[in-house]
């Protein structure tokens, strides 16, 4: 369990640590996600703390078989859908051309889980929630290592 906190930990603080991504370059200093705008920085750092935050609180409800605060934690985690709130159409254009569409898509298909994992709480399906958070913290792995891989554990 420690294990997966600190991966979740590492993964939520990623993008907010960097502010993105550091796909092909040589060093934090050349990561694309420095040309983003202070702005969009801001959203994605508040966005990979509400996850971290949502994904430790599931990672304890888990542990007690506690679904309720399963689904609420996995709803928490849907709704910091960065590209739903106060994001506008010349923000998402910035991300998309900084870091890409493939980041945006992922980006979507992390909050479908979540939203997949507030379903199987709600079902109090233990088994299906442990799995859907499992695949979050591969996706979430699989995104920072293409996206951020120097961005340090918080503790």
Do not use: W
């Not at 960097?18 to 092909?24: E, F, I, K, N, Q």
């Not at 709803?75 to 994001?87: G, T």
């Not at 870091?99 to 088994?127: C, N, P, Q, T």
């Amino acid at each position: 369990m420690k294990r997966k906190i600190a991966a979740l930990i590492f993964l939520g603080s990623g993008l907010a640590v960097t502010g993105g991504a550091v796909l092909s370059s040589s060093g934090p200093e050349d990561a694309p996600a420095l040309e983003l705008s202070d702005h969009m920085r801001g959203f994605l750092k508040h966005e990979m703390l509400m996850l971290a935050n949502a994904g430790r609180g599931i990672e304890a409800a888990l542990a007690v078989e506690d679904h309720a605060r399963v689904k609420e934690f996995a709803s928490h985690m849907d709704k910091a859908f960065i590209m739903q709130k106060e994001v506008t159409t010349l923000d998402l254009r910035e991300l998309e051309a900084v870091l890409g569409e493939e980041f945006v898509s992922r980006d979507k298909e992390f909050h479908a889980m979540a939203r997949a994992l507030e379903a199987a709480a709600k079902a109090e399906d233990i088994v299906g929630q442990r799995k859907i958070f499992d695949d979050m913290l591969r996706a979430c792995a699989a995104c920072h290592q293409d996206y951020a891989p120097e961005a340090p554990v918080l503790e």
